[in-house]
């Protein structure tokens, strides 16, 4: 109560017969705000969908997880390890397919390394690529390659060319120009100038991008299998339509496992390269900061 009346006396009276103005109703956001309720009402009214069944879907989850998990062949699992690696293979491939066109296209969309005109043209060619999903792509492959591999390493590759250049040319914008400037200043040509004033900024991150859009990949390759791009994902899109469902529980447990021990190993490579490697003297300092406290009796 004390509070809120010192802060009224604190407050600026206006001058007699000066009326302060009134609050701006905030017209903008209410309508934002009404849209986007109705759209998603529209969203959610529109589709031919029964809400009904998510009362019943644990039900027919579990029903479904017990058969799957519950006939499992051991005998399977050489064949099925083999499709992973097949998948992992995959996303490998069209990951290093696709950096060998984003980079250098992503220092063409850089706004300050190049012109407008020319960023702007390059920047379209990524959304353009990236509008494609990798599954359209991959249908579009399969009648040239066939019902093979190579279908889903073009599909990876092509489709991620665009998402990894929008992210790539992102981080070149926000180098911190002083090295640029120093180059400049020395009269160093445009390769050297991107050699010693640009490469050495993004290329951690760059490097740490590429090992995240190569564990999204794995996960992308393994759905292109369904439509018979190769990888585990022909397995089990054949082991349903056969209703093995032993093969398809056992598949799924490979995709997880597969995915989470490549998650794991690129997750800790990324952080690696982004953080460095520890020093003599960061170890000196971390020991000094556990024993300092210690000395003092914290």
Known sequence: MVDSKLRMNLMPTPPHGVELPKKPLATFRWVTTALAVAL???????????????????????????????????????????????????????????????????????????????AWMTRQVFNLLRAIPEIILALAFIPIFGLRPMAGVLAIGVGSIGTLGKL?????????????????????????????????????????????????????????????????????????????????GLGLIIVVLGTICVDTISGAVRRRIVSGKKTMLDVDQEASLRVGPMSMGI
């Open 40 to 118: 998603v009402w529209w969203s959610a009214t529109g589709l031919d969908a029964k809400w009904s069944r998510l009362l019943e879907a644990p039900a027919d989850m579990w029903t479904l997880g017990r058969v799957m998990f519950n006939s499992m062949e051991v005998s399977k699992i050489p064949e099925l390890l083999s499709a992973m690696w097949e998948s992992i293979a995959i996303a490998w491939l069209g990951t290093i397919i696709a950096a060998i066109f984003a980079v250098p296209l992503s220092f063409l969309a850089a706004e300050n390394l190049v012109g407008k005109p020319v």
């Open 168 to 248: 790539f040319y992102e981080i070149i914008e926000g180098i911190n120009k002083g090295p640029l400037e120093a180059a400049d200043a020395v009269g160093a040509s445009r390769l050297q100038r991107l050699r010693w004033g640009v490469l050495p900024q993004v290329t951690p991150e760059i490097t740490s991008f590429l090992l995240y859009r190569f564990e999204v990949n794995i996960r992308a390759s393994a759905v292109l299998g369904l439509v018979g791009a190769g990888g585990i994902g022909s397995d089990l899109a054949e082991a349903l339509k056969f209703k093995d469902f032993g093969t398809a």
